[in-house]
């Protein structure tokens, strides 16, 4: 081990629908932000104060088209990743910077799927789990983790 750790857990609302982008050779990715709240209050004036925090999210391949089938504005998830940041060039030739989570686990705590149907269930009517590990390359995108 090389001593260092980049890990971040969040759980928090997202903030629109999850947008994808399409490569050549079938590979995709995701992105979504997310938003996490903190509670406090102003001991000056005893206001209740809430403080957002907004977080690019980045989802790859069937974590992605998962992602985009079953979630949408508003929803709750439970995300583990680690922090990355890039830059590029803008059209107007100036450099752009931003931190992003690369997510490698998720686990969907509320969905418009459980919004409708109370419950997220199988063929046979089985309640199933709802972690995904993003890092699974294997699984088929007809074998969702729920």
Known sequence: MNGTLNKVMLIGYLGDDVKMHYFEGGNCIGRFQLATNEVY??????EKITSTEWHNLVVRNKAAEICEKYLS????IYVEGRIKSRQWQA?????KHTMEIQVTEFT???TKKDSENNKISDSSGTTKNTNFDAQNKDLPINDLPF
């Open 41 to 46: 209050v102003n001991k000056t004036t005893n």
């Open 73 to 76: 504005k508003g929803d709750k």
């Open 91 to 95: 059209e107007d030739g100036s450099t």
């Open 108 to 110: 969907f705590l509320t």
